[in-house]
């Protein structure tokens, strides 16, 4: 399958892939889009843009998708199943395709409580596998869910899913992971990863399934600008693990925005020596900026 995507032909090659991640603006501007676009353009081989993160309303991930991809760097669109139901999704995925888009991110998507319209209703028509599921269907089978053939111009997309290594019950992460792997992702990308030594654990069982050769792991890191905010993740962001002896360090440290960026680069360079490992997702969060220097310091590019 030759979906048209940089990122798939980056890894399809062997060489460790580097993707990044853009939240889009709660505005109609397109501006820090481009302000974005041309801090990472040359730095990494895609960037996510994610669909509404933590149910707040923003511009929409496909058209910001088309103006990172007008300004030289490939997106990997988001698109959750909380908001659209079957037919929306069919129509947004020959749309975004239609507008350049090759690569797509299924995600079930952050429950809406979390936003700025707490009263909204979920939509859930059909879950991340069966969105995965429905995605490879119109690329492979050229139907539509319902079974239709799509006669011509079907989308070929390079399709991607989440992994949470870090979630409860851990022995089924792995299985969760293979789910998505049948149903026809192509690649996985991790949540953030700050406990090495659990995500070594996850990919020893991933390797024993055999899991690493059917689909390309890309590995989730976040570089934290302070100690603060290492702490908050730890104590209120559900399915994610930091150790307490990583917030000691950046407590210590004199500069600890200096002392987070360390941090991941020491936690990329342990991840490129993980078998089955084919490329590491930079989240900075608001902190766009730094992608370059943390790619640089990790010997990247």
């Given at each position: 399958?030759?979906?048209?995507?940089n990122l798939e032909k980056v890894?399809?090659?062997?060489?460790?892939?580097?993707?990044?991640?853009?939240?889009?603006?709660?505005?109609?501007?397109?501006?820090?889009?481009?302000?974005?676009?041309?801090?990472?353009?040359?730095?990494?081989?895609?960037?996510?843009?994610?669909?509404?993160?933590?149910?707040?309303?923003?511009?929409?991930?496909?058209?910001?998708?088309?103006?990172?991809?007008?300004?030289?760097?490939?997106?990997?669109?988001?698109?959750?199943?909380?908001?659209?139901?079957?037919?929306?999704?069919?129509?947004?995925?020959?749309?975004?395709?239609?507008?350049?888009?090759?690569?797509?991110?299924?995600?079930?998507?952050?429950?809406?409580?979390?936003?700025?319209?707490?009263q909204a209703k979920n939509v859930?028509?059909?879950?991340?596998?069966?969105?995965?599921?429905?995605?490879?269907?119109?690329?492979?089978?050229?139907?539509?869910?319902?079974?239709?053939?799509?006669?011509?111009?079907?989308?070929?997309?390079?399709?991607?899913?989440?992994?949470?290594?870090?979630?409860?019950?851990?022995?089924?992460?792995?299985?969760?992971?293979?789910?998505?792997?049948?149903?026809?992702?192509?690649?996985?990308?991790?949540?953030?990863?700050?406990?090495?030594?659990?995500?070594?654990?996850?990919?020893?069982?991933?390797?024993?399934?055999?899991?690493?050769?059917?689909?390309?792991?890309i590995a989730g890191v976040t570089?934290?600008?302070?100690?603060?905010?290492?702490?908050?993740?730890?104590?209120?962001?559900?399915?994610?693990?930091?150790?307490?002896?990583?917030?000691?360090?950046?407590?210590?440290?004199?500069?600890?925005?200096?002392?987070?960026?360390?941090?991941?680069?020491?936690?990329?360079?342990?991840?490129?020596?993980?078998?089955?490992?084919?490329?590491?997702?930079?989240?900075?969060?608001?902190?766009?900026?730094?992608?370059?220097?943390?790619?640089?310091?990790?010997?990247?590019?």
């Open positions: 399958m030759k979906s048209g995507s890894l399809s090659q062997g060489k460790f892939a580097v993707t990044a991640e853009i939240g889009p603006p709660k505005n109609a501007s397109p501006e820090k889009l481009v302000q974005d676009a041309k801090i990472l353009k040359g730095w990494v081989d895609a960037v996510n843009i994610t669909d509404n993160q933590t149910a707040v309303v923003r511009l929409s991930s496909i058209a910001a998708g088309v103006h990172l991809a007008q300004n030289g760097v490939e997106p990997v669109v988001q698109m959750t199943c909380r908001d659209r139901n079957r037919i929306a999704m069919q129509s947004d995925l020959l749309g975004a395709y239609s507008l350049g888009i090759r690569n797509l991110l299924c995600l079930s998507g952050d429950h809406q409580k979390f936003g700025n319209h707490p859930y028509d059909i879950d991340s596998i069966q969105l995965i599921d429905m995605v490879r269907g119109m690329r492979d089978d050229r139907k539509f869910l319902c079974g239709e053939e799509i006669k011509e111009h079907h989308p070929r997309y390079f399709i991607g899913a989440v992994a949470n290594p870090f979630a409860d019950p851990f022995e089924f992460r792995v299985l969760r992971l293979e789910k998505k792997i049948n149903a026809g992702a192509d690649f996985i990308q991790t949540q953030s990863i700050f406990d090495i030594n659990r995500f070594e654990k996850f990919m020893e069982m991933v390797r024993r399934r055999g899991l690493h050769k059917k689909v390309y792991i570089p934290l600008k302070s100690a603060r905010a290492a702490r908050f993740i730890q104590k209120r962001v559900a399915g994610m693990i930091v150790p307490d002896q990583l917030i000691e360090r950046m407590e210590k440290a004199g500069d600890q925005k200096a002392e987070g960026i360390k941090i991941a680069v020491e936690q990329i360079q342990h991840i490129k020596t993980i078998e089955g490992v084919a490329g590491v997702h930079i989240m900075a969060i608001n902190w766009e900026s730094v992608v370059p220097q943390i790619v640089e310091m990790a010997g990247l590019r």
